[in-house]
């Protein structure tokens, strides 16, 4: 394919698209069937019909299925990006990552959701937490002054000065 100019390329990757059959565009550009079959699937792989090496890593994905990815995503939004991962099957058959799928959503300026990674309440202590919150509802400020929470915690702040603040 290096003998093929940019334009002859993007001009038999419009014709495939077109519909026409990959042998017309070999006769239609006077082009070896092999050279017009690369070409397509270059361009089915990495989107684009240039010709110039590069240093990056390959990508795992093709477009079509980045696209895929993109309309689970916009299906149910707060699927989380593992789940998609592992509902999306990359090239040669490879598994690919969460992080993968956040890329090609960033790439289409959405964003997946990350997994809650905190305290899950369980009903009763839900019932438990509204009960004592209804209780102390009508409280004043008086009333709060006295109350100390023993679940709090103590930290240290550190700043480019060398002195520790202890809140």
């Not at 990056?56 to 477009?63: E, F, K, Q």
């Not at 309440?121 to 209780?135: D, Q």
């Not at 004043?140 to 603040?165: H, I, K, M, N, P």
């Amino acid at each position: 394919m290096p003998q093929m100019s940019q334009v002859l390329r993007e001009r038999a990757i419009g014709m495939l698209t077109a519909g026409m059959s990959t042998g017309a565009v070999t006769c239609e550009l006077n082009v070896h069937f092999s050279t017009i079959s690369r070409l397509q699937r270059r361009f089915r792989e990495f989107g684009s019909t240039s010709n110039r090496p590069h240093n990056r890593r390959p990508r795992v994905t093709t477009p079509a299925q980045d696209l895929h990815i993109e309309h689970l995503y916009l299906q149910d939004r707060p699927r989380p990006a593992t789940w998609t991962a592992a509902a999306t099957i990359g090239l040669h058959n490879q598994r690919i990552s969460a992080q993968t799928v956040r890329n090609r959503l960033r790439e289409a300026h959405l964003h997946a959701r990350r997994p809650h990674r905190g305290l899950d309440l369980t009903a009763v202590c839900r019932r438990n937490r509204l009960k004592w919150a209804n209780a102390h509802i009508r409280w004043r400020l008086a009333l709060w002054r006295c109350v100390l929470f023993t679940d709090e915690s103590r930290f240290s702040l550190y700043r480019a000065d060398g002195r520790q603040r202890v809140c």
